[in-house]
Each structure stands twice: as structure tokens, then as C-alpha cells.
């Protein structure tokens, strides 16, 4: 068993080299499907596949089982588009203003629930995100409510917009890869096996934790933003405890604590979930179904399944 | 005279929101962890109750018990098939039991509420009342009939479950097991039959409050979500896990929503109890009336 292929940073390598595997077979996808509703299924599958990603660096990699990914997402989608909306704002600054926003409120929040622990932690995430999704639907004057709100769009070719979704997926792939490979994955990874044993052996638990939280929050605030400007229409639905609800099935089904699991999770579950939306709408029982059968038996996921060694 | 008319139905629709918190404190008493399908306990109720008085031709008397039936019988069966890994101590997830308890529960709510929305449909039903006088005068306030009667069953049912767990032997066996799980199992307590009662109790009571309210709200699958976040919050605030400080909590919330709702704002009084229940957690983790060791 110690042989070096089952050290950490080796399966790691692997599993870096299988998302990047994943994401380059996406960016052949084009040449074969040609029909914009099924691009815009895609670029959807994408938006999901980076707030798994997100969730996944906070809940699978630093042991943070929060409940707001969707929140965070529709707060980076209303930053860009209340910026359009008010002050005229061109995306160009306003979408990395609103990554920087959500960046600073993962922060904050990440700061405020230090001190809890699982369902302490999932309870308070939750309320964060219940009471911003209540307070965007309610602010009439500012948000428009539950109408929502129309943003620009950055461009109008659906080629366009899904390789601009699969450009930053390498590019949030890439970035995660570089920090889980260095110091701050193994402080992440020490932080959710032991936070005590951790923090005795040295390592900057407030740090870390607080780090991983705004980086998680603004990688969901980015792939908000961005699929708000591809929508051109935000509102709190983006929110909704549902969404977050279909990201943490997506990671579990894909697989916990790895850079494959999320994206194949996320691929898997929203393309399958368009084919039996046809078959009679069925998605979210076969999805829940799977989601509790995963967590019940398969911990690992997916890809848990595949590395299994006999 | 708005006043009294605020207190006494926040009053009782803390009576309703003790029915829902009560089962889930008792949870987190007894596994540390929260039920994220409680809200759906309580939509299966609210739709057994509904369905057979309507499709069946029960009278709304003989559906009440029916309701808890069915809310019983979920509550047990998610406990034999989901929460065993919880404290049977097998599988990998035992080190990471919280995640796999919100993982597995969050999946459940999401399942039965797609159930029934493609099984009986996503429209609202209307429930038949179980008296049919309409409004009743209590001294000064008028109430809805179907509102006293339910809130009158309410406190017969509270005031029930406080003598059960009190003085009854099964009761008792449910604070020893909440107090210290393996000290009751070395004292011949057989947890994991006390762990199913539990479940079922608060299967029970949540479903009875989806029924009683039935005629009141109109039920549609995801009914119980709203009910589910107000137990939340009056879990943490009276002290995870204490049946007691549910209780209070519960009319607490049930009586200051309502005179929010009116005098600061309607729009936003849904979000007034999550910002209590933030705080609670952030400045005061053992909640408002609990102290750091307490009973269930």
C-alpha cells in the first residue's frame, strides 16, 4: 500500500490530469453539436461544474459544509447586474467587482462562522443564504424583486459563450490543482482531517479557513456572474436552496474532496437531467434517489469507484 | 386591541411551530445532527390528511390519526434505512457523520417533495375542517375555528409528550440515551430501539401539525419548507436538542413574528428569524434559555 502511487500528491496528479482530460474533450464537443439549445445546456452544465468546484474546495478539500454556493452565486450575478442596472457599469469592471464582492462576503462569512462546526455551520450558511435571497426578492426599488433584472450580455454567440465557460473551468481547474498540490491544500486537507491536531502543529486555522471561504465564495460569484451576463436575466431563483441542493448532489455523486468529481458529477447530472426532463420530469427523484444511495454506500462517488483498487 | 389580537395568534401559531421543533430538537438530542426532511415530515402529513379525507371520503376526525400513522412510519423507516451509519459506527463515514447526516437528509427532502409533485401533483389542495363553525370569539379576539381546535390539540398533544418524557419508562430511556448513549447501552437501554422511537415521535408530530394546518394553508409539495426553517431556528434558539427551550422558543418566535410582521415588516419577516437564529449561533451556541449541560 505505500507504493508512490497511492501518495496524495500522486492521485492528485491523477485526478488533475483526468479533469483536464474531461474539460479538452468538452472543447471538441462544438464541433459535433451545433444546436444552440443544446450549447446553452452545456454552458448551464458548466456553470454548475464551477460552483461544484467552489462547494467542493470548501466542503470536500477544508471540511467547511456550507449551504450557500447558490447564494453566492446570485450575489455575483446581481453585483454585475445592479452595477449595469444603477450606474451604467461596463461588465468589463463589473463582473470583477462583483468576484471581488462575493470574495470579501465569503470572507466575512467565513470569519463570522469560524468557530462552528457541522450542523451548527450548515444552519448558520443556511439562514446567510435564505435571508439574502429574501432581502434581494423583497427589495423592490432596488432589485426589482422576483421580477428580476436584465443585464447586457458580453457577446451573442453561443460558441462563444461555451468556450468563454470552459476557459475559465481549466482556468479555475488549473488554479485549484496549483494550490492543492502547494502549502495551502495540505493546511486545507490537515484542517478537515483534525482542526485541533492541525492548529497544535502549527498552522494558521483562521487563515486558511477564512481563505478557502472567499475563495470558494468568489469562485461561485464568478461562474454567478457570468452566467447571469449569458442569461441576461438574474433573479433570486438563482438562490434558491434547490440550486445548492443540485451542486451538493453533484459532488457527492461525483465524488467528495477531488477536482474529477465535480466536473464529471456536474456534466453527468445536469445533461442526464435534460433527458428525463423529456421522459416525463422526473430528474430530481432519480437524482435525490441517487444522492442518498451514493452517500448511504458509495462515500467515495464516482470516482471513488473507478480508482478503487482490488 | 391589534395587541391582543397579534399575541394570542402568534400564540398559537408558536403552538404549531412547537409541534414541528419539539420532534427535531429531539433528534438533535439524541444523534447531534439536524433533519433537513423534517419539513417534509410535515408535508406528508398535511397530504395524508388532505388526500384520504378527499379521495378516500374519511372523515377529517379518522384522517387526523391517519396523518400520524403515516408520519410515524416515515419517521422510523428513515431511521432503519438512512441514520443507522450515524452510530453503528460501520462505513467510512462515521468520521465525517454531520456532513453525511445533512448529505443524506437534504437528498431525502429533495426526494419526497418530487414525489409527491409528480405523484399527486403540484397544485395546492384544500383540506376539509374538523369542525365547521367558522369563527369563534375568545373574549375579545375572534379565531378561526379550525385554528382553536387545532391549537387546543396542540397543547393537549405538548403537554402529552412532557408527561411521556418525564414520567414515562420510555421516556426516561430517551433522556438516558440523549444524555450519554453509550453509559444508557452499559445500562441495558436499548439505544437504537430508543433512537427509532424518537424518529417516530417526531415523524408523528410533525405530521399532526401538517394536518392540523391543512384546511389553514392549502398544502403543495414544498409546503413544508417554511415550517422546517421556523423549527431551525427554534431549535437553536432554545439550546440544540432541549425539548423545554423548543418549547418556549417556539411561542417566543411564534408571538414576535407576528407582531413583526405587522409593526416592522411583512415582506421581510421571514428573514427576521433566520438573522435571530445567525446570531444565536454566532454569539450564543447554546442558545437563549439552555445552559451547557441539559436534559434531551
Known sequence: MNDA??????????DFRVALAVALALAAVPLFVSSPYWLGILVVSIYFALLALGWNLLAGFTGQFSLAPAAFAMLGAYGTALLDYHWKVPLAIGIPTAIAGTAFLGWLLGRIVLRLKGPYLALTTLSFAEIARVVIGNSHEFTRGDQGLNVRTLMQSRVGYYYLFLAV???????????????AGRFWLAIRDDETGAASRGIDVVRYKTLAFALSCAICGLAGSLYGTFSQLVSPELGLLLQTGLVISMVVIGGMGTLTGPIVGALLVYLSSEWLREVGNVQLIVFSFIVIVFARFFRTGLWGLATRRR | MLALDLFVNGLIFGLFYALMAVGLAMIFGVLKVVNFAHGEFYMVGAYTYVLCAMKLGVPPWIALPMAAAAGAALGWTVERLLMRPLYAGYGSWSIMKDEYAVVVTFGLSL????LVDKIVGPYPYRGPPLIETSRFALGPVMLNGQKLIAAAISIALLVGLAL????????RQIQAVAQNRLGASLAGIDATRTTSLIFMISGLLAALAGALLAPLINPSPDVGSFPAIKSYVIVVLGGMGSIWGAMLAALLLGVSESFFAVYVSY???????LLILMLVLIFRPQGLIGEKGRDV
Not at chain 2, 165 to 171: D, E, Q
Open chain 2, 267 to 273: 415582506d421581510y419577516r421571514d428573514a427576521f428569524g
Open chain 1, 169 to 183: 473551468l481549466v482556468a479555475v481547474l488549473c488554479g485549484l490543482y496549483v494550490l492543492m498540490r502547494g502549502r
Open chain 1, 5 to 14: 502511487r497511492n501518495l496524495w500528491s500522486h492521485r492528485l496528479r491523477t
Open chain 2, 111 to 114: 426526494l419526497l417533495v418530487n
Open chain 2, 164 to 171: 411521556f418524557i418525564k414520567r414515562s419508562l420510555w421516556g
